[in-house]
């Protein structure tokens, strides 16, 4: 599992663009869209916890369940 990453029970794939010269990625199986990029592996997991937070931070404050 060489393209996964885990953080608080939540995973996600990682991809590169060759294009855009950037790692990027998104949470999968949940509805709704939860995606984050860096240009360096430690930016890319930072951003990826950063986006974990964020969905559990908007899922409390609109009072919806995350998923």
């Known amino acids: 599992m060489d393209n996964i ?4 029970n939540y995973y996600a794939s990682v991809n590169f663009s060759v294009v855009d010269e ?5 949470i999968p ?3 709704d869209l939860v995606s984050f990029e ?4 430690k ?4 951003a990826f916890k950063e986006a974990v937070e964020d969905y559990l931070d908007l899922c409390l404050e609109i009072g919806k369940s995350p998923e």
């Open 43 to 46: 930016e890319l997991k930072a």
């Open 5 to 8: 990453l885990q953080y608080n």
């Open 38 to 41: 860096g240009t360096s592996v």
């Open 29 to 31: 199986g949940i509805n």
């Open 22 to 26: 950037v790692f990027y990625g998104k």
